[in-house]
């Protein structure tokens, strides 16, 4: 039982320049979510996922997109990457339908913008 | 104000003391509440949750929870040089699951 899997777990990207970041869950849960943390900022909400087929935006969503491609597979892209979004970026999976489930985290995705 | 919001620290306790965590947030319907533990370089890992007032222990954790002054703390005893990590509270807030974290506490447990 894998739990939250998240792909690469480093990058290094040049200013302009677009990539993926993605993630997969084996637990059947409804909700998905992509956080981003810096130093001192504790853990920030970009865009979750409900339920497969809905996606909303979080605190930060400026500068990404996401895709729910299906139950267990939600992805983060950042079209035009930017020395700001240099971050170590989360992907969690939750039971939305069970009113106090926490959120299990993937290895986490370490991506520097150059 | 910040929805979640915690001390920074560094929180710096001889080993065996009792290291006390605290958390305030600020949205009144919050419903559930929980400690994550995070070490140096890797990712979140659940260690307590609560839902209703008063205590919750398990093992050498215990979370505390008063809804009205809308507070929550983790009590670590017996702290180990193990336990120096990072503590982030999380707040759960409405019908999407989704959690909102403070910026986290260092803790420094010294030998």
């Known amino acids: 039982n894998a739990g939250v899997t998240q792909t690469p777990k480093f990058q290094v990207l040049k200013t302009g320049q677009s990539m993926t970041l993605q993630c997969a869950q084996d637990m059947n849960h409804n909700s998905m979510y992509w956080y981003r943390q810096d130093p001192g900022m504790g853990l920030r909400l970009i865009y979750y996922s409900a339920s497969e087929g809905t996606t909303d935006k979080g605190e930060v969503p400026n500068g990404y997109n996401v895709s729910r491609l299906n139950k267990r597979e939600f992805s983060l892209r950042l079209e035009s990457a930017a020395p700001s979004q240099t971050s170590v970026y989360f992907c969690?999976?939750?039971?939305?339908?069970?009113?106090?489930?926490?959120?299990?985290f993937g290895n986490g995705t370490r991506l520097t913008v150059t | 104000q910040k929805e979640v919001e915690q001390n920074s620290g560094p929180l710096s306790v001889p080993e065996g003391a009792i290291a006390s965590l605290n958390c305030t947030y600020s949205?009144?319907?919050?419903?559930?509440f929980f400690w994550y533990r995070q070490y140096s370089g890797k990712s979140p890992e659940l260690i307590m949750s609560i839902y209703s007032n008063g205590d919750k222990e398990d093992g050498r954790f215990t979370a505390q929870l008063n809804k009205a002054s809308q507070y929550v703390s983790l009590l670590i005893r017996d702290s180990q040089p193990s336990d120096s990590a990072t503590y982030l509270c999380a707040v759960n807030t409405g019908n999407t699951g989704k959690l909102i974290f403070g910026q986290g506490t260092t803790l420094q447990v010294k030998p």
């Open positions: 969690a999976s939750g039971d939305r339908d069970r009113s106090y489930s926490p959120l299990h």
């Open positions: 949205d009144r319907v919050s419903q559930s």
